[in-house]
């Protein structure tokens, strides 16, 4: 099954940037309609970051990342990328990319439109 890989997460002081980067492990045919980040913080659950709706790069974001983070796109290579900025401790979580390849509709919720998911990268951000 199609992975996605994450890179890009660390430590990093409160108030710090961080840019996350997300790509297939294997090229497939098919290009993805929406890739997203979605995080989850211990004892939380599952939160939709940032969308990008591949073929327009018309963008969502969660509440949290509103104003702080920014998703973009390399549609040539399939990769996605996030831009944390003025990072928060409550930021402070594993971070997954996601990806589904059918259908026009990209959403932060449910969790469930997407197919294919990285194994996920820590953010941990301290004070």
């Known amino acids: 099954q199609l992975q996605l890989d994450e890179s890009g997460g660390g430590s990093v002081q409160a108030g710090g940037s961080l840019r996350l980067s997300c790509a297939e492990s294997?090229?497939?045919?098919?290009?993805?309609?929406?890739m997203a980040w979605f995080r989850q913080a211990p004892g939380t659950e599952r939160e939709g970051v940032a969308a990008i709706y591949t073929k327009s790069g018309s963008r969502s974001y969660g509440d949290s990342a509103t104003g702080r983070f920014t998703i973009s796109q390399d549609p040539a290579k399939n990769t996605v990328y996030l831009q944390m900025n003025s990072l928060k401790l409550e930021d402070t979580a594993i971070y997954f990319c996601?990806?589904?390849?059918?259908?026009?509709?990209?959403?932060?919720?449910?969790?469930?439109?997407?197919?294919?998911w990285g194994q996920g990268t820590q953010v941990t951000v301290s004070s």
């Open positions: 996601a990806a589904h390849y059918r259908g026009s509709i990209c959403r932060l919720s449910p969790s469930t439109d997407y197919d294919y």
């Open positions: 294997e090229p497939i045919e098919g290009v993805p309609v929406c």
